[in-house]
């Protein structure tokens, strides 16, 4: 050393690390608890490796108390001499379970915080531990007050002689800064250590423990692809077999792992649903994580491999990247599986960006999708038709349905695409690709406009025209009649913004010739409104404001608009019921309404009579399929949603107990439920069953009709609905509207203040 160098040791606040490290580590009883008998367990697997013997041998136990906020954990494992002590328990950095026996016993622990990180939450740590043959044993101790005293410098641990831990093991004591809550350290602690084999004993009573399996509940699991099964994902392969859940929720059950050419212990399972899944290493549970995903995981999996953090509430990234590497294996595999089968396709609609991602269309044969006509198929065939050739595969979206039905009908394949995004894009490529389809959306035009109409076809596009202004609020459009390409009634032209909108009819058409029976009745307007919907409906929502993007109704607005109609409830979502009064239907309440055979007959009701609660509909020659009963919706109820609830296009009825409600929604947000409840179980037929509760779709569409709305009674209902002869139906009606967008709930002005 040159003359005027100086030297000088590196300084350290020992307090101030300390802190930094217990704070980081163990800020909490529990986590004192779990790091304690994490290190007892680890003490006797190693003790049961020297003995040659398993870790749940009768001979092993470990024991947890904790009495007046002092908690005290006991082993009768290897145990520490007086140097273990000082140089592995003392020491910051040091760890005695580094060694080849160590890790082959599986012991957790190999990071060297030592005792010190117990210290946030302890006052005074004693530790008193005597290994086997040895006379005596040690006890070593030190307090918060030891370390504030000692200041920048490094505190003395106190040591004594002591037999408590003979004749070999370990015994803690910790004396905690606040008594903890004996209940949560006792459930705490089971999640970690309920499938270590040790014995574990906590305020004298034994921890329920189980044996660690790769999966439970067999009986319950359909087995795919019968056997052990081996999946290779590079130089990994991993053994197990696959099952399916009553659910179609796909379970990887796994029991061996091989990297190159290692053998390495991996057990557990894998579930394709979202949620955690729980890292053990030999029955100890390190901790829960989760890994990004696709269709998401869950479950559990105990592997030696497996090494957590310092702080055991994570892993470290050599098992992140292994655990990484296992389930996107079995991903594959499951994605595999459920594209074997239709029922598991349909319960697991996320594989479809995994599919488009990994160039997986070519497999999508097992997929069902919905064809123009209501009916199904499967796109593998769709394929094999569309190969042998005379027949046109097109396809389209769900809410140009009317036009694709009249298609379908011409002899061509026409597929309604999936709502979902990632599904539509991939039923999309696979016709595309393998069955030559071709997009609807484009394909009409009109290739001939009527110069003269005659009365009829011109009331028809008076009435229409009325039904996409009122109903719609759309203003900016024009209506050409003429004849249109594909034999289609309507279609929708679009052009720029700023010009109208051209909507083609064919007035020509059967689907609109058949009306010109009904004459001039409100039945023939409360069918051209029903036109409008069906044909129209879903591209005039573009442009009407009383409809959101999704086609969701715009309830906040029109509520604003009809102030006099509505009020809008902040509470929570809840129904809001309206209504309620008892009413008595007799067979006097039902009016007959003939259509068909070129007569229309509605009789006006009688003059201080009120009207009509049931209609019954009769078409003598079958020519509209509206033949049967109606029910009458209460005025109330039709005077808040009457022009709303034709946009509804989901409607059905179901049943169950001694209530009937119809259904109807914009199925994205808004939902009408019209109850009636009767003085009897309603049991109807099921295809020839009876039962007391179902659901069916309504077969007919809603009338407005006598200045209100009727729903369609299915003849299954009839008995429960329509009176015979002189008898009475008690009936209690309610009306809700529920807005789940808004998360609000709507009524009728006239309704809140009743």
């Not at 059905?652 to 439920?673: C, E, H, L, R």
């Amino acid at each position: 050393m040159t003359e005027g160098n100086k030297s000088f040791k590196v300084g350290i606040d020992f307090e101030s690390v300390l802190r930094a490290i217990s704070k980081q580590i163990y800020e909490t009883p529990l986590a004192f608890i779990r790091e304690n008998v994490q290190n007892a367990v680890d003490a006797i697997r190693i003790q049961a490796l020297r003995d040659g013997v398993d870790p749940g041998d009768e001979g092993y136990k470990i024991e947890i108390t904790v009495v007046d906020g002092m908690v005290t954990v006991r082993d009768n494992g290897i145990g520490m001499s007086e140097d273990d002590l000082q140089s592995f328990f003392w020491t910051i950095g040091a760890s005695g379970k580094r060694t080849q026996e160590a890790q082959a016993a599986g012991c957790v622990g190999m990071f060297g915080i030592g005792g010190f990180a117990n210290f946030g939450v302890c006052d005074i740590l004693e530790v008193i531990s005597q290994t086997a043959g040895a006379a005596d044993g040690t006890l070593t101790r030190l307090s918060e007050a030891d370390i504030q005293k000692a200041g920048a410098a490094i505190p003395s641990v106190t040591v004594e002689q002591s037999d408590v831990a003979a004749p070999r093991g370990t015994v803690v004591v910790g004396h905690m800064r606040k008594p903890p809550n004996v209940d949560e350290l006792k459930r705490y602690l089971l999640d970690f250590v309920r499938f270590v084999p040790t014995k574990i004993y906590f305020g004298g009573q034994r921890i329920p423990q189980g044996k660690f399996a790769d999966l439970e509940n067999r009986e319950n699991l359909t087995e795919i692809r019968q056997g052990t099964q081996q999946w290779q994902s590079g130089d990994m392969v991993i053994t197990g077999r696959l099952y399916a859940d009553r659910g179609h929720a796909i379970i990887a059950a796994i029991d061996g792992l091989t990297i190159g050419d290692e053998s390495i212990s991996l057990v557990g399972f894998i579930r394709f649903e979202n949620g955690p899944i729980d890292v053990f290493k030999r029955g100890f549970k390190l901790c829960a994580t989760q890994i990004g995903t696709t269709i998401g995981v869950s479950g559990r999996l105990d592997c030696d491999r497996f090494i957590p953090t310092a702080g055991r509430d994570s892993l470290d990234a050599p098992t992140t990247s292994l655990l990484g590497r296992i389930v996107h294996a079995l991903e594959k595999i499951a994605i595999e599986a459920v594209l074997e089968s239709p029922e598991r396709i349909g319960q697991h609609t996320r594989i479809f960006r995994y599919v488009l991602q990994h160039g997986l269309v070519n497999q999508l044969g097992k997929v069902k999708v919905t064809l123009a006509d209501g009916s199904e198929s499967t796109l593998a065939e769709i394929r094999r038709r569309a190969e042998q050739g005379g027949v046109g595969v097109f396809f389209g979206l769900a809410q140009k349905q009317a036009l694709n039905q009249i298609m379908q009908a011409r002899g061509h394949i026409v597929v309604l695409l999936s709502s979902d995004r990632q599904r539509q894009d991939a039923e999309r490529r696979y016709l595309e690709q393998f069955c030559n389809a071709k997009p609807f959306d484009g394909m009409i035009d009109c290739t001939e406009r009527y110069a003269e109409l005659s009365r009829f076809e011109r009331v028809f596009l008076s009435e229409l025209e009325l039904n996409i202004s009122k109903s719609y609020e759309v203003q900016n459009f024009r209506l050409i009649a003429g004849k249109l390409t594909e034999d289609i009634p309507v279609f929708v032209k679009e052009h720029g913004s700023a010009q109208p909108i051209e909507i083609f009819v064919d007035v020509r058409h059967p689907e609109i010739v058949k009306l010109q029976d009904l004459g001039y009745s409100a039945l023939l307007y409360s069918l051209i409104g029903t036109f409008c919907r069906e044909y129209l409906g879903p591209s005039l929502k573009k442009w009407s404001p009383r409809f959101f993007g999704d086609g969701a109704l715009n309830l906040e607005l029109l509520a604003k608009r009809r102030s006099e109609l509505w009020i809008l409830l902040k509470d929570d979502i809840g129904i809001v019921r309206k209504g309620g009064q008892k009413q008595v239907v007799t067979r006097s309440d039902v009016q007959v309404v003939t259509v068909g055979g070129g007569q229309h007959h509605q009789p006006e009701p009688q003059p201080g009579k009120p009207l009509p609660r049931i209609i019954h509909v009769i078409d003598e020659q079958g020519s509209t399929g509206l033949g049967g009963y109606y029910l009458r919706l209460p005025d109330p109820a039709y005077n808040a949603y009457g022009d709303l609830l034709p946009e509804c296009e989901s409607r059905g009825v179901v049943w169950a107990g001694n209530k009937i409600m119809y259904v109807a929604s914009d199925t994205v947000s808004a939902a009408f439920q019209y109850e009636i409840r009767v003085d009897e179980v309603v049991a109807a037929d099921v295809n020839g069953s009876i039962r007391a509760e179902g659901a069916i779709q309504l077969d007919r569409p809603l009338q407005e009709m006598y200045g209100g709305m009727y729903f369609p009674i299915p003849g299954s209902l009839e008995r429960f609905l329509v009176p015979q002869g002189n008898s009475e139906l008690r009936l209690e009606l309610h009306c809700d509207w529920i807005d789940m967008r808004t998360a609000k709930h709507w009524q009728a002005r006239e309704a809140a203040t009743c």
